[in-house]
């Protein structure tokens, strides 16, 4: 059974809501343009945003780069088990403690409130709720939350980000200690101790922001608390980040790449081997090549001889003589082109005598 | 149409035909048959036993008529040709091939009768025995190559990774692999030989080597230290493939005409232990040239150098029955029966002279015994037209006789066809080859007990890369290659472990297939034994060997000197052909899954580590 339309018909909240109420088990898809944001439930609890038949976009993971829950090493190790294990981001997070379970928990929770945030501030888009127990099978899940708290958590954002966002106007602008000291007795939650220990040297909002290892909205709510304790204050916008130098990356091919001489070296050795065996063993390979493999036995020449006397006598027996010189041998068929070429390497000379009766072949 | 016209078109189609039939055939010279019969008289008349030349003549005639698709008539050439010469095989074989394509049972019989007389003509013999000694040591030593080549292509990659590591630490060589890969086929360039290599692959791959390797590589080693050791022994039997020994000439002599050339030359060659044979020769060929006082003397010197000989008994009796001297004749076949009962000719000659002398029931009885010692064999042996004219028969040598001859003849002197054939294919002389090989086979069993395994490449027990104990790691409780290390490096579940090293060994494990397939296919039987399959691997590579052999032989490796030459018939070429195509397949096609890896376990490498400081060093430094 499906459920679709858009916010002309129900808004998304009534939407959850209802989904809630009925424990639903299924996939809300929401898209808006091109953007598409999906919401698993199962018995009317979110259990997760990851649909991973896309598998370009997991947005927990975009979460976890986006705000630096990760530091970029463990990212990049992240990306790389991930890309050469196949296995899923949750089962790689859980087994490899990349975090422990509890802030992995939290930082589930953050990530699904942020989505569904993200989702209820769309001003147009369209909704399509599927449902059915083998929509969420394959689903892995850090945790179940009830939709209602997060809904109500998400309007209180919808109307307070407007305001902070007012008092942050520019990502670039940057915020530094006023040098206060913090009172002690002061209650402080945990976010704002984060942030606070960050901004011991100012920073731009955005560098907090990717690095508060917490939802933007958190990291800004921080800020306003912190400002409103006069512990920070807005110094001037920056530029972009700075850039790692690349020095003595020249310096580091060169030892990459070695040193070339010895190659220059074996090449030379090998040549000149070969050089040595071509030399040493030409005459052999070019006689075995022309004669065959026996043409280094003593008999050779015996036997070639032989063969040609006995082609002689061939010649005789069918035309009543004996031919006047090899050529005519050659020529009348009796022996083909290898004995022609043997008789010839060997210089076998032939010579008839005046009556035509006897030959010598020497 | 005009008169003119139709001349002219008349003119230009007999120009094009005749064209045509001289451009698609120009026929040989054809022997004349007048010319053929009257040299057949020539030898018949000068005592020739059989005419070996001219079966062949007739032999080539009928080749030629059977191209020409008259098979009758190529028939009665070569029935004539058998008749000429019934040692003669050739005409057998193809004889049996003309009643084939009739599908006549005769094909049976002219068949079974070629083999029979090949198993009886020391011609044929000595032929199919040099040829068949020079193919098996040639395929032998290509099947041996396969495998060298096989074990090369395995084992070489360790040697080189261990080299290249070691030019990498030293000297920071770039390229430190293909510097490796030089630097160890340099040393098979400077002494190209097959020896050299056999030793050289031996001495550096045997450590790494598993046992069913070890032992093929031994039985090739130690078969081509066999040959090479007993070559020249073999080599005795070189005056068979020679047709300036003694033995062979005295072969001819067996049976040819009266020819004072060949009678001059086995006088002008040394007697090499067969001073006996060497007069019999001469007497023979003195007695078919009439000169019977000769060859009285050289049949009286041949008994007196060997009276344990039958042969020139009856050939004494022989002479003195010719000139009618029966009872003298009656002595020599007496002689002769004393020294050899069973001597068929001999009895058969004695039963003639019984009957010149009235001596009837000693007639019948001396032809009932030459019967039962077999003359009819020998009777159909001579050439038709010859026995049809005899009254007694010349005894002449038998196959057995010039084997003997040849041993005798090759431990005095011989031209070492063995060795020669051996020297030419590996390029070192036999005992040299014999010296490095088991050299090497003795340094290898020696060194493999002594060399450490620390200081050897193996395989990564992962993804089966090359690694060695300077770029292993053991981190995970299993020894695995820098890159698998790399891939698994911090990583703490079993599970990720595993998801890992399996995605990688699949990745590894297609290229490798993949670069092995194309490096092992060029060769049939490299792939088999790459992957350690011994016995398919040998069975191809002998397959293709023997096929190769035969391919580029086309029929003989040493060619019948005693013979006209022959265009190769097409299934020559097309059998051995088909046979490598086959090789060839099953290389191709063969699917080799599982690779013969050479791992090593944790706790050898971790005992092996503590024995080598520059090894723990370096890998406390990575």
Same mark, same amino acid.
């Given at each position: 059974?499906?459920?679709?339309?858009?916010?002309?018909?129900?808004?998304?909240?009534?939407?959850?809501?209802?989904?809630?109420?009925?424990?639903?088990?299924?996939?809300?898809?929401?898209?808006?343009?091109?953007?598409?944001?999906?919401?698993?439930?199962?018995?009317?609890?979110?259990?997760?945003?990851?649909?991973?038949?896309?598998?370009?976009?997991?947005?927990?993971?975009?979460?976890?780069?986006?705000?630096?829950?990760?530091?970029?090493?463990?990212?990049?190790?992240?990306?790389?088990?991930?890309?050469?294990?196949?296995?899923?981001?949750?089962?790689?997070?859980?087994?490899?403690?990349?975090?422990?379970?509890?802030?992995?928990?939290?930082?589930?929770?953050?990530?699904?409130?942020?989505?569904?945030?993200?989702?209820?501030?769309?001003?147009?888009?369209?909704?399509?709720?599927?449902?059915?127990?083998?929509?969420?099978?394959?689903?892995?899940?850090?945790?179940?939350?009830?939709?209602?708290?997060?809904?109500?958590?998400?309007?209180?954002?919808?109307?307070?980000?407007?305001?902070?966002?007012?008092?942050?106007?520019?990502?670039?602008?940057?915020?530094?200690?006023?040098?206060?000291?913090?009172?002690?007795?002061?209650?402080?939650?945990?976010?704002?101790?984060?942030?606070?220990?960050?901004?011991?040297?100012?920073?731009?909002?955005?560098?907090?922001?990717?690095?508060?290892?917490?939802?933007?909205?958190?990291?800004?709510?921080?800020?306003?608390?912190?400002?409103?304790?006069?512990?920070?204050?807005?110094? @001037?916008? &920056?530029?972009?980040?700075? %850039? /790692?130098?690349? +020095?003595? =990356?020249? !310096? $580091?091919?060169?030892?990459?790449?070695?040193?070339?001489?010895?190659?220059?070296?074996?090449?030379?050795?090998?040549?000149?081997? @070969?050089? &040595?065996?071509?030399?040493? %063993? /030409?005459?052999? +390979?070019? =006689?075995? !090549? $022309?004669?065959?493999?026996?043409?280094?036995?003593?008999?050779?020449?015996?036997?070639?001889?032989?063969?040609?006397?006995?082609?002689?006598?061939?010649?005789?027996?069918?035309?009543?003589?004996?031919?006047?010189?090899?050529?005519?041998?050659?020529?009348?068929?009796?022996?083909?082109?290898?004995?022609?070429?043997?008789?010839?390497?060997?210089?076998?000379?032939?010579?008839?005598?005046?009556?035509?009766?006897?030959?010598?072949?020497? | 149409?005009?008169?003119?016209?139709?001349?002219?078109?008349?003119?230009?189609?007999?120009?094009?035909?005749?064209?045509?039939?001289?451009?698609?055939?120009?026929?040989?010279?054809?022997?004349?048959?007048?010319?053929?019969?009257?040299?057949?008289?020539?030898?018949?008349?000068?005592?020739?036993?059989?005419?070996?030349?001219?079966?062949?003549?007739?032999?080539?005639?009928?080749?030629?008529?059977?191209?020409?698709?008259?098979?009758?008539?190529?028939?009665?050439?070569?029935?004539?040709?058998?008749?000429?010469?019934?040692?003669?095989?050739?005409?057998?074989?193809?004889?049996?091939?003309?009643?084939?394509?009739?599908?006549?049972?005769?094909?049976?019989?002219?068949?079974?009768?070629?083999?029979?007389?090949?198993?009886?003509?020391?011609?044929?013999?000595?032929?199919?025995?040099?040829?068949?000694?020079?193919?098996?040591?040639?395929?032998?030593?290509?099947?041996?190559?396969?495998?060298?080549?096989?074990?090369?292509?395995?084992?070489?990659?360790?040697?080189?990774?261990?080299?290249?590591?070691?030019?990498?630490?030293?000297?920071?060589?770039?390229?430190?692999?293909?510097?490796?890969?030089?630097?160890?086929?340099?040393?098979?360039?400077?002494?190209?030989?097959?020896?050299?290599?056999?030793?050289?692959?031996?001495?550096?791959?045997?450590?790494?080597?598993?046992?069913?390797?070890?032992?093929?590589?031994?039985?090739?080693?130690?078969?081509?230290?066999?040959?090479?050791?007993?070559?020249?022994?073999?080599?005795?039997?070189?005056?068979?493939?020679?047709?300036?020994?003694?033995?062979?000439?005295?072969?001819?002599?067996?049976?040819?005409?009266?020819?004072?050339?060949?009678?001059?030359?086995?006088?002008?060659?040394?007697?090499?232990?067969?001073?006996?044979?060497?007069?019999?020769?001469?007497?023979?060929?003195?007695?078919?040239?009439?000169?019977?006082?000769?060859?009285?003397?050289?049949?009286?010197?041949?008994?007196?150098?060997?009276?344990?000989?039958?042969?020139?008994?009856?050939?004494?009796?022989?002479?003195?029955?010719?000139?009618?001297?029966?009872?003298?004749?009656?002595?020599?076949?007496?002689?002769?029966?004393?020294?050899?009962?069973?001597?068929?000719?001999?009895?058969?000659?004695?039963?003639?002279?019984?009957?010149?002398?009235?001596?009837?029931?000693?007639?019948?009885?001396?032809?009932?015994?030459?019967?039962?010692?077999?003359?009819?064999?020998?009777?159909?042996?001579?050439?038709?037209?010859?026995?049809?004219?005899?009254?007694?028969?010349?005894?002449?040598?038998?196959?057995?006789?010039?084997?003997?001859?040849?041993?005798?003849?090759?431990?005095?002197?011989?031209?070492?066809?063995?060795?020669?054939?051996?020297?030419?294919?590996?390029?070192?002389?036999?005992?040299?080859?014999?010296?490095?090989?088991?050299?090497?086979?003795?340094?290898?069993?020696?060194?493999?007990?002594?060399?450490?395994?620390?200081?050897?490449?193996?395989?990564?027990?992962?993804?089966?890369?090359?690694?060695?104990?300077?770029?292993?790691?053991?981190?995970?409780?299993?020894?695995?290659?820098?890159?698998?290390?790399?891939?698994?490096?911090?990583?703490?579940?079993?599970?990720?472990?595993?998801?890992?090293?399996?995605?990688?060994?699949?990745?590894?494990?297609?290229?490798?297939?993949?670069?092995?397939?194309?490096?092992?296919?060029?060769?049939?039987?490299?792939?088999?034994?790459?992957?350690?399959?011994?016995?398919?691997?040998?069975?191809?590579?002998?397959?293709?060997?023997?096929?190769?052999?035969?391919?580029?032989?086309?029929?003989?490796?040493?060619?019948?000197?005693?013979?006209?030459?022959?265009?190769?018939?097409?299934?020559?070429?097309?059998?051995?052909?088909?046979?490598?195509?086959?090789?060839?397949?099953?290389?191709?096609?063969?699917?080799?899954?599982?690779?013969?890896?050479?791992?090593?376990?944790?706790?050898?490498?971790?005992?092996?580590?503590?024995?080598?400081?520059?090894?723990?060093?370096?890998?406390?430094?990575?």
């Amino acid at each position: 059974m499906a459920l679709e339309g858009n916010l002309n018909s129900f808004g998304l909240e009534e939407i959850l809501q209802l989904i809630a109420v009925q424990q639903k088990t299924g996939m809300l898809s929401v898209t808006i343009n091109e953007k598409t944001t999906v919401l698993f439930f199962r018995d009317g609890k979110i259990i997760s945003t990851r649909d991973r038949r896309s598998k370009t976009r997991d947005p927990f993971r975009e979460y976890l780069m986006r705000y630096g829950v990760l530091s970029r090493e463990e990212l990049v190790r992240l990306t790389q088990i991930g890309t050469q294990s196949k296995l899923d981001l949750l089962d790689i997070l859980t087994s490899e403690k990349f975090l422990d379970e509890k802030m992995l928990a939290r930082q589930w929770r953050y990530h699904i409130q942020e989505a569904l945030h993200d989702v209820l501030t769309w001003d147009q888009c369209s909704y399509k709720f599927i449902s059915g127990d083998e929509i969420v099978g394959g689903v892995k899940s850090l945790g179940e939350h009830i939709v209602e708290p997060l809904l109500m958590e998400c309007m209180r954002r919808i109307d307070e980000y407007p305001m902070l966002r007012e008092m942050f106007p520019a990502e670039g602008i940057r915020i530094g200690p006023t040098g206060r000291e913090v009172n002690p007795e002061a209650e402080m939650f945990e976010s704002e101790k984060n942030v606070l220990a960050m901004l011991k040297t100012p920073r731009a909002v955005r560098d907090v922001v990717s690095r508060a290892k917490m939802p933007a909205f958190d990291t800004y709510e921080a800020l306003r608390l912190l400002k409103d304790k006069g512990l920070i204050m807005i110094e @001037a916008d &920056v530029a972009e980040r700075d %850039d /790692a130098p690349g +020095a003595s =990356a020249s !310096a $580091r091919a060169r030892r990459q790449h070695g040193n070339p001489l010895i190659m220059g070296g074996c090449v030379i050795v090998f040549a000149a081997c @070969a050089f &040595v065996g071509a030399m040493h %063993d /030409a005459d052999r +390979a070019a =006689a075995m !090549a $022309r004669s065959g493999i026996l043409a280094t036995d003593a008999a050779h020449r015996a036997r070639v001889e032989y063969h040609v006397r006995w082609l002689i006598e061939a010649y005789r027996s069918r035309n009543g003589f004996y031919p006047t010189d090899l050529g005519e041998l050659w020529k009348s068929g009796i022996a083909d082109s290898d004995t022609e070429q043997s008789a010839s390497a060997l210089e076998l000379r032939y010579k008839l005598t005046s009556d035509r009766q006897t030959y010598t072949l020497l | 149409m005009s008169s003119l016209r139709r001349a002219l078109l008349a003119f230009c189609t007999l120009a094009l035909v005749s064209a045509a039939v001289l451009f698609v055939h120009v026929p040989a010279a054809w022997a004349s048959p007048e010319n053929v019969a009257r040299h057949v008289e020539q030898q018949l008349r000068a005592g020739a036993v059989s005419l070996p030349l001219d079966a062949e003549v007739e032999y080539a005639a009928a080749l030629e008529l059977i191209h020409h698709g008259d098979l009758t008539a190529a028939k009665k050439h070569l029935q004539t040709s058998i008749a000429l010469a019934p040692h003669f095989t050739d005409s057998y074989f193809t004889l049996a091939r003309l009643e084939a394509r009739r599908l006549s049972p005769d094909a049976i019989f002219w068949f079974v009768q070629g083999v029979v007389i090949t198993t009886r003509s020391f011609e044929a013999q000595s032929l199919f025995a040099a040829n068949a000694g020079v193919a098996i040591m040639l395929i032998f030593l290509i099947t041996s190559g396969i495998v060298w080549l096989a074990l090369v292509l395995r084992y070489f990659p360790f040697l080189a990774h261990r080299l290249g590591d070691w030019l990498k630490r030293r000297f920071n060589a770039s390229t430190p692999r293909a510097c490796a890969y030089l630097l160890l086929f340099a040393p098979f360039l400077i002494i190209p030989s097959y020896p050299i290599a056999v030793a050289l692959v031996l001495l550096v791959t045997w450590p790494f080597m598993q046992r069913r390797e070890r032992v093929l590589a031994f039985f090739s080693a130690g078969t081509f230290a066999t040959l090479a050791w007993f070559a020249p022994f073999i080599d005795r039997y070189s005056p068979i493939a020679d047709p300036a020994s003694l033995t062979a000439l005295i072969a001819q002599a067996n049976e040819s005409a009266a020819d004072p050339t060949l009678a001059a030359l086995i006088a002008a060659t040394p007697s090499r232990g067969l001073d006996a044979e060497q007069e019999t020769a001469l007497g023979l060929l003195a007695m078919r040239a009439g000169q019977q006082e000769q060859a009285v003397g050289y049949f009286l010197g041949a008994i007196e150098k060997n009276q344990k000989e039958s042969l020139p008994y009856v050939n004494l009796g022989n002479v003195y029955y010719l000139n009618g001297q029966y009872d003298k004749a009656l002595e020599g076949y007496r002689k002769a029966e004393q020294v050899n009962g069973a001597d068929a000719v001999g009895q058969y000659n004695l039963a003639q002279a019984y009957i010149k002398t009235l001596l009837m029931d000693e007639s019948s009885q001396a032809l009932k015994r030459s019967s039962q010692a077999g003359f009819d064999a020998i009777h159909d042996s001579f050439a038709e037209r010859a026995r049809d004219t005899w009254s007694i028969f010349p005894r002449i040598y038998g196959a057995e006789d010039f084997w003997r001859m040849a041993a005798t003849e090759g431990q005095h002197e011989h031209s070492g066809v063995m060795s020669a054939a051996l020297t030419s294919v590996t390029g070192i002389p036999p005992r040299a080859g014999f010296v490095i090989v088991v050299a090497a086979l003795l340094l290898s069993l020696i060194g493999s007990r002594f060399i450490k395994p620390i200081k050897l490449a193996f395989q990564c027990s992962n993804c089966g890369e090359i690694t060695c104990n300077n770029c292993c790691s053991d981190a995970h409780g299993t020894i695995l290659c820098k890159a698998c290390g790399k891939v698994v490096g911090g990583v703490t579940s079993d599970k990720v472990l595993e998801a890992l090293l399996r995605q990688r060994r699949q990745s590894v494990i297609v290229k490798r297939r993949k670069s092995i397939k194309w490096v092992t296919m060029w060769v049939p039987g490299v792939r088999h034994l790459f992957y350690g399959r011994m016995f398919s691997g040998t069975v191809v590579a002998t397959m293709f060997a023997a096929c190769l052999v035969s391919f580029l032989a086309t029929g003989y490796i040493l060619p019948r000197w005693s013979s006209l030459d022959y265009s190769t018939p097409l299934w020559q070429w097309i059998l051995p052909a088909l046979g490598i195509v086959l090789s060839y397949t099953i290389a191709v096609m063969s699917r080799q899954l599982y690779e013969m890896r050479s791992t090593r376990s944790v706790t050898r490498s971790r005992t092996a580590d503590n024995s080598d400081e520059s090894a723990a060093s370096a890998r406390t430094g990575r």
